[in-house]
C-alpha cells in the first residue's frame, strides 16, 4: 500500500451528495418516491429510506442513481454545473441519440477545453423529461466556437430543442460522425491533437474508457472495426499528420490486421486488457509522456460504470473535467465488485502512518441506479477506497 504526498482529493459535501442524487433519481426498495428528500424528519417512519444512504452516497462514494443514461448524463452535469450563476452554466450542451453510444464515446471530446459541453440524451426527436429541464436550467450561454451555438447535434437524430440556437455535427455512419467532430475540434482548437485513441466502433465495452480520456485531455476518439479501418477514419488520422495513435482494446475488438494499417499512418500502441473491466484498468494505469492518467498511488477521483449501460460514457465525460479529472472504470456484475476491480482498487488504496490529515485520499462516483451497481457492491467500493492506517517500515 503507497503513502504518498499529492493534491489531496477534496471532499464532496454531504448537502452537494445528497442533492445531486436527488436530481439524478436513485430509488430504493418499494418507496414510492425517490430519495433522498430534503428536509425529512426526524418522526418521518420512512426517515431512513428518504435520507438515501447509503445508496446514494457513503463516506467515500456518491451514486448518479438515473434509472438510464439520460438520467444519469443530466445529474452529472448538474454536478459539474450548477447552473446557479453566469460562471456556473456551459457554454453549450452537446446532444447524443440515446441509441448511438459511439457518438457518446467521440463526443466526449467536446467536453474538454476549450468547448467544455456537457453531454446530454435525446430520445430520437424528442427530449426526455430529465433532459429538457436540465438543459432549460443550464441555459448554455452559446459558444463562439461554434458560431454561438447552445447545443451541438450529433447527428440527425438528436431533437433540435426550441428556444435554443443550434450546431449539427453531420456523418452517415458513427465512424463518418466520429471524423466530423474530430475535425469540428481540431478546429475549434486552432490544431489537431497530437494523440489519438483508437476505440471499436463494433465493441462498447471496449470502447467506452476512451470518453473520460478525450474530455479530460483534448484528444480525438476515432473509431474503426474489428478488422477495417473504415476511410473516414484514415482520412481523419491523416489531417492529424502522423500522430501517436492508441489503439484501445484486445484483439478480439480490434485485430492486428487493423492495427497494420493504422501503422501506416502514425505509431501505434495497443493499450489492452482482456476482459472490458481489466481493459479499463489498463487505460487507467497508462501513462506515456503527456499521454495516459498513470493512476498506479492514491489521490485520485474514479468513475464505475456498468457495461450494460454503454452510454454512461457520455455521462463520464464532465466527471473528467472541472477538477474532477477521473478515470472511468467498468463492472461487468451488478452484485459484486469483479476481482480484477476490487484488486486495482486495494492497490491504490490510500494510507497514512501518524497523520490522516497529511494524507491524501480517493473517491468514487458511481453511475447508474442499484440494478446496474447493487448497494452491496457500492458499500465494498467504500470499503476498499477508505484511507486506512499502515504500519511503517521497521528496521
Known sequence: MAIVRAVRVRPLSIAAAVALAAFSGCSLGDEPSRPPQLGTASGDEDAAQKLGFPSTATKNTIRVGGGDAAADAAGVASAVFPGT?????????VLV???DWQAGVTASVLAARPIGAPLLISDGNELPPVTKDTLERLKPKGSDLSKDAQVI??????ARPSGFKTAVIEG???????????RFFSAAKG????????????????AMPAAAWAARSGDSVLLTRK???PTATASALKEHGKPNIYVLGPREAISGKAAKQLEKLGKVTRIQGSTAVENAIEFARFERGRFGWGVVVPGYNLTVAATSRPLDAAASAALAT????????????ASELPQPLEAYLLSIQPGFEDDPGQA???RVWILGDDKQISVPAQARLDQVTELVPVQGNTP
Open 97 to 99: 441519440d440515446k441509441d
Open 322 to 333: 472541472k477538477g474532477v479529472f477521473a478515470p472511468l472504470l467498468l463492472t461487468d456484475r
Open 153 to 158: 447535434r450529433i447527428g440527425d437524430k438528436p
Open 172 to 182: 452517415r455512419d458513427p465512424y463518418e460522425r466520429a471524423a466530423a467532430i474530430d
Open 191 to 206: 490544431k489537431p491533437s497530437a494523440n489519438v485513441v483508437v476505440a471499436s466502433g463494433e465493441r462498447s465495452e471496449f
Open 227 to 229: 478488422d477495417t479501418v
Open 85 to 93: 450563476s453566469d460562471a456556473a452554466r456551459p457554454t453549450a450542451v
Open 360 to 362: 491524501v485520499y480517493n
